[in-house]
């Protein structure tokens, strides 16, 4: 079955600090995307990724970059750690076949401090 | 792009009731409506999908209605289980794309 693998479970950052949350996935899709999860405010879209070196904004995308050098890795960077982005944040894949959705991995939290 | 609002953020019914959950979206472009579950500290999950060619689809006890008129779509639980007891978003996309979620409800049912 598909795996979707983000690098940390949980992490503890000090403001200012450049940080990398990585994700990789085992099945060649095409589609990868990076979610924060906040309370009330349900799965909010950071950046998405058509493609290697493709990359779009979503709706949230300030504070934050991406890189996808290769096809099963996806990374979300937050270029100077703030404390308003302490939050989950969750990888996910768009997987198709029987059914199209949006695959997760198991999410990271983040605090910054 | 498109907007998706769910309803309501809580909800708490006993075990045995039915729990109804709502959402509006804005653009009548989307055409894929699927619905997760996220458990306590677990990653959301797929748990049923309607696509815009149908009016209902049902999976045991678990069942959607879509609305495209009113852009509207409601999952409807039976005969609620502790077990089901999780936070669940609806989502809506045009063509499998981008995934627009809800902000999620947190049904809690109780024993």
């Known amino acids: 079955d598909v795996k979707v693998t983000q690098s940390s479970r949980y992490l503890v950052k000090r403001t200012g600090e450049k940080v990398f949350l990585e994700c990789v996935q085992d099945m060649d899709h095409e589609n990868m995307f990076w979610y924060r999860q906040d309370p009330g405010l349900g799965l909010r879209l950071i950046y998405f990724?058509?493609?290697?070196?493709?990359?779009e904004k979503g709706d949230i995308p300030e504070g934050y970059s991406v890189s996808r050098e290769k096809k099963e890795r996806f990374s979300l960077i937050l270029e100077s750690a703030s404390t308003n982005q302490t939050s989950m944040y969750l990888c996910?894949?768009?997987?198709?076949?029987?059914?199209?959705?949006?695959?997760f991995g198991q999410g990271t939290r983040l605090t910054v401090v | 792009g498109e907007n998706v609002e769910q309803h309501p953020s809580t909800l708490s019914v006993q075990e045995g009731d039915s729990a109804v959950i709502k959402c509006t979206y804005s653009?009548?472009?989307?055409?894929?409506f699927p619905w997760y579950k996220q458990e306590l500290g677990k990653r959301p999950q797929l748990i049923i999908d309607i696509r815009s060619n149908v009016g209902e689809k049902k999976d045991q006890r678990i069942a959607v209605t879509l609305n495209k008129t009113a852009k509207h779509f409601s999952l409807h639980i039976t005969e609620t289980q502790p077990e089901d007891s999780a936070v669940y978003f609806c989502a809506a996309s045009m063509a499998g794309n981008q995934f627009y979620f809800g902000t999620g409800t947190s049904l809690t049912v109780i024993p």
């Open positions: 653009d009548s472009a989307s055409n894929y």
């Open positions: 996910a894949i768009k997987r198709t076949g029987g059914r199209t959705e949006a695959f």
């Open positions: 990724s058509y493609d290697v070196k493709m990359k």
